[in-house]
């Protein structure tokens, strides 16, 4: 299965080429384990989800560190059938068959309990999308009662679920998101928005 | 059927403040048919696919002609089935049956040869999903033919398709893209970055 990301980090300041290069540096640990392309209005990751999301918790806790107002928009997706498969890709989330909903809910919960926290507060939109079944609904009720249960959930909005608090523990409910619902075999997307030190009344 | 986006522009700049309130005052003219709610890091935008791209464009251009590098994020959505019926969606995109793919193909390419210029370059990206179909891809495919006739076509990426040109062609463009593939009753969504002014190589 392909899968990856084509992301952007928007730092809202003067400096937002110096603010993304230093935080580029916390990709280093991750460059043997992803292929990375960049162009003019976005960078590719492409490698398996328990690499991918880490990743961008490191990039984008970086950004957020120097205080200034900063933004990283991902489009994220796995199984799209257009994609060629690729070794890099290879990720223990989608051994095995698809289990009861009820049970991968439990499954990602004890995952977000166990995240590393970061210290660096975050706010979280996302959208998910699971494509080519009838039924797609059903998986995304059934990953948005995870989310009311995990602990980051703050509001339901048109289009998407809103969710806030450590930056370490959302990037870890976005990863159990993004791999616990939908087939394991599935086409499933992401489109996120995750933001920091911004000056608007919450 | 309920449509319309969470959208954020990110102007690069310590005065990004500044130029979003000022680039705001573009939707001025669309405010009374589309519902607008704002939090700290999303804009709602209601309303039919006729009134929401062209009142993006607008708000994009505002802000791109600062000269300031911007990007405009959105997530755009049609048919969602969790989504409430309003009336304030009427669109006529959505009138009638399914047409083959070759006739949809070339009634958009009609209508981006017949949008208005604004004289201010973008580049974009988007992604397109259709929801709760089986041959989901087949309607992407569709798609992506009409994007390399369209004129504004960039290149094929990983998961997604970059556009460049007139801003102008480009939202009319995407407008199409959004209304004219999957089903007139379809779920249908777009993950959407609008890039200007940016300092990369290209």
């Given amino acids: 299965m392909f899968s990856g990301a084509q992301i952007s980090l928007y730092p809202m300041t003067d ?5 993304i290069t230093s935080a580029l540096g916390a ?6 384990r992803l292929r990375i392309e960049t162009d003019d209005i976005s960078t590719l990751l492409v490698g398996p989800p328990e690499v991918l999301f880490p990743a961008l ?10 205080g200034v107002h900063c ?6 997706s796995r199984g799209c059938p257009g ?25 990602a919960l004890s995952a977000v309990r166990e995240a590393p926290m970061t210290d660096v507060f975050s706010v979280a939109q996302f959208s998910l999308y699971v494509m080519g079944r009838d ?12 989310l009311k ?12 679920t809103k969710l806030s608090g450590d ?36």
Same sequence: chains 1, 2.
């Fill in 167 to 202: 930056t370490g523990a959302l990037f870890a409910t976005l990863e159990q998101a993004f791999c616990s619902f939908g087939p394991p075999e599935g086409h499933v997307t992401i489109d996120l928005t995750v933001s920091a030190n911004s000056p608007s009344a919450r």
């Fill in 135 to 146: 039924r797609h609904m059903d998986e995304i009720y059934g990953c948005i009662e995870f």
């Fill in 57 to 66: 918790r490191d990039l984008f806790t970086a950004a957020a560190r120097t």
């Fill in 149 to 160: 249960a995990s602990g980051q959930f703050e509001s339901s909005k048109h289009f998407a």
């Fill in 83 to 107: 994609e060629p498969d690729d070794a890099i890709c290879q990720s223990a989330h989608f051994d095995g068959p698809l289990l009861p909903l009820a049970e991968r809910q439990s499954t």
């Fill in 15 to 19: 400096d937002f080429v110096g603010v």
């Fill in 27 to 32: 990709l280093d640990p991750y460059r043997e």
């Fill in 71 to 76: 933004v990283l928009s991902a489009a994220i």
